[in-house]
C-alpha cells in the first residue's frame, strides 16, 4: 500500500509538489474513454474476499490486463485483502510465482490463510519492492499489480482513524507498527505546512480557513486526537460543499495520503517497475483520485515518448531514444454493473503498459 515506516523514502518537499500537482485533473471530470481488453470477459464484481464485505476492484480486468503466463513470476504490490493475489495464482501453473506486498498487520494476517508453495507475502512498503525481490533471488518479472489506496477493512474498521463515520483515535498509518499519526503530526505541525498539506494533497479550496481552525483550536489547548474531533472543526471553516459529500471529507483525504507518503512512494516505485518488467511484461495500476493517476498516466507516457532532444537537433531517427513501455488499451474505469454492487468502485481507473523489448 503505502509508506510511513522508519526506512520509508524521505518525503519530497511540499514546495515542488505544490508545482507538479498546479492543475492536476479531477477523476470525476476526466474525458477517459473506457475500453475492455477482454470483451468477452464475465464480471465478477460480486466476488467478496474471504474476510469482511470487502470487494475487489477491476479483479477480471486488472488480472487480466496482467496477460498471465503459467509459469511467470507476478508481484501484487498491494495484497489487501487477496482478491488480486488469489485470482493470479488460479491462472499460475505449478512453475509460476506471486510474490505480494503490503504494509498493513492486518493485511498481512489475512494472506496467512494462502496455503500455496507458488506464494510468498513480504510485509513491506512497495517502494522497497526491488529490493525485497532481490533476497529472494528475483531481477525480473512477468508483471505487477498495484492497487493503490485504501481498503475497505481500513476505512470499515473504527480504531484504524481513516474515517469520520466514527469517533475515532486519529491515526491513519497504514502500517501501526511505525511512523507518526495523523494526530502526532497535527499536534507538532505550522499552519502554513498543514494549509499545504490539504491544498495540495486534498485539492481542498478551503484549506486556508480548515488550517487555521485546526491550528487554533490545538493552540486553546483542545488537542485534536479523534476523527469526531477533526470532522466537527473541519466542518465549522468549511462554507460550501459538493451535495452528499462530507465537508471533512478532502481534508481527511490528505492528511492520509500525506501520513503515509502515498505519491512519494508511487513515484519512487514505479521506475523500479520499469526496471524488473521482462519484455513483454505487464504493469497495470488502479488509482483512485486524480492526484496518483496523473502521476501514473505521465509516468507511462514519458517512457512511451522517449524523444526528449531539442527541436531540430542533429540525430538520425535510427539513433533516437526509444520506448521503454507502450500502453495496452485505454484507461479502464468500474462497470456501471460493479459500481452498483460497490459504489467505493466509481472513481477506481485502470492503466495498463507493456515493457518493450528496449535494454
Known amino acids: 500500500m503505502t509508506k510511513g515506516v522508519n526506512s520509508a ?4 518537499s511540499l514546495s515542488s509538489k505544490k508545482a507538479s500537482l498546479k492543475g492536476a485533473d479531477k477523476l470525476e471530470k476526466y474525458p477517459l474513454e473506457v475500453s475492455v481488453l477482454n470483451p468477452n470477459q464475465n464480471s465478477n464484481a460480486d466476488e467478496t474476499s474471504s474476510i469482511g464485505a470487502h470487494i475487489t476492484v477491476l479483479l477480471d480486468e486488472a488480472v487480466y490486463a496482467l496477460a498471465i503466463k503459467p509459469n511467470g513470476i507476478y508481484v501484487d504490490g498491494t495484497f489487501g485483502r487477496g ?3 488469489r485470482k493470479i495464482l488460479a491462472q499460475l501453473g505449478d512453475g509460476g510465482r506471486l510474490i505480494a506486498f503490503d504494509r498493513d498487520l492486518s493485511a498481512i494476517e489475512s494472506g496467512r490463510a494462502i496455503n500455496d508453495s507458488r506464494f510468498s507475502l513480504v510485509h513491506s512498503h512497495f517502494a522497497a519492492m526491488q529490493a525485497k525481490l532481490a533476497e529472494l533471488g528475483i531481477d525480473k518479472v512477468d508483471g505487477i499489480l498495484l492497487d493503490l489506496g ?30 507518526k499519526t495523523a494526530a502526532e503530526f497535527i499536534a507538532n505541525t505550522t499552519e502554513q505546512q498543514l494549509a499545504e498539506v490539504i491544498k495540495n494533497y486534498g485539492e481542498e479550496r478551503f484549506a486556508k480557513s480548515i488550517a487555521r481552525a485546526i491550528i487554533a483550536e490545538r493552540n486553546d489547548g483542545r488537542a485534536i486526537t479523534t476523527t469526531g474531533q477533526l470532522a466537527q472543526v473541519v466542518a465549522s471553516a468549511v462554507t460550501r460543499f459538493e451535495p452528499g459529500q462530507n465537508p471533512a471529507t478532502r481534508t481527511f483525504q490528505a492528511l492520509r495520503i500525506f501520513v503515509n507518503q502515498e505519491l512519494e512512494e ?42 526528449d532532444l531539442p527541436a531540430n537537433f542533429p540525430v538520425r531517427a535510427a539513433d533516437l531514444p526509444q520506448p521503454k ?18 459504489p467505493r468502485s466509481r472513481s477506481a481507473v485502470l492503466r495498463v503498459a507493456e515493457r518493450t523489448l528496449v535494454a
Open 9 to 12: 523514502p524521505t518525503k519530497a
Open 83 to 85: 482478491g488480486h493475489s
Open 150 to 179: 485504501i481498503s475497505s477493512p481500513q476505512i470499515d474498521e473504527a480504531n484504524r482513524g481513516f474515517s469520520f463515520r466514527y469517533d475515532a483515535p486519529l491515526d491513519m498509518r497504514m502500517d501501526q507498527s511505525s511512523g
Open 266 to 307: 508511487l513515484s519512487l516505485t514505479l521506475p523500479q517497475c520499469l526496471a524488473l518488467l521482462a519484455p513483454q511484461g505487464r504493469l497495470a495500476v488502479i488509482s483512485f483520485h486524480s492526484l496518483e493517476d496523473r502521476i501514473v498516466k505521465q509516468f507511462i507516457r514519458d517512457q512511451e515518448n522517449r524523444d
Open 325 to 342: 513501455l507502450k500502453s495496452v488499451g485505454k484507461a479502464i474505469r468500474s462497470s456501471a454493473k460493479e459500481v452498483k454492487a460497490n
